[in-house]
């Protein structure tokens, strides 16, 4: 039996920003986008929360504003939720 609290080693590189914000997921153009929200944000990544992850794709591109977009590479999920991180653009040559 544990006494007291226990505390998680934080792994992170970068200090996440917790957010509760609608934002966009965009598969390719001609497929309807999902709407999706931000839970905590960094410069390198998100963790995102869906009604369900399965059949997500592994890249896709993500919109806080409609105008502007992250290229994004899931790199965990759960049922409901998931964590990518911001790709540099990859279709630059």
Request: hydrophobic share 50%; charged share 20%; proline share 0%.
């Given at each position: 039996?544990?006494?007291g609290p226990v505390m998680i080693e934080e792994r992170?590189?970068?200090q996440r920003t917790h957010v509760s914000r609608?934002?966009?997921i965009i598969?390719?153009?001609d497929l309807p986008v999902i709407d999706c929200t931000v839970q905590d944000i960094t410069g390198a990544?998100?963790?995102l929360k869906l009604a369900a992850t399965s059949g997500l794709p592994e890249r896709f591109d993500?919109?806080?504003d409609g105008r502007t977009h992250r290229h994004c590479r899931v790199v965990w999920r759960t049922a409901d939720t998931f964590g990518v991180?911001?790709?540099q653009d990859r279709?630059?040559?």
């Open positions: 039996m544990v006494n992170r590189a970068l609608c934002a966009k598969v390719r153009c990544g998100a963790r993500l919109t806080l991180s911001f790709e279709h630059a040559a």
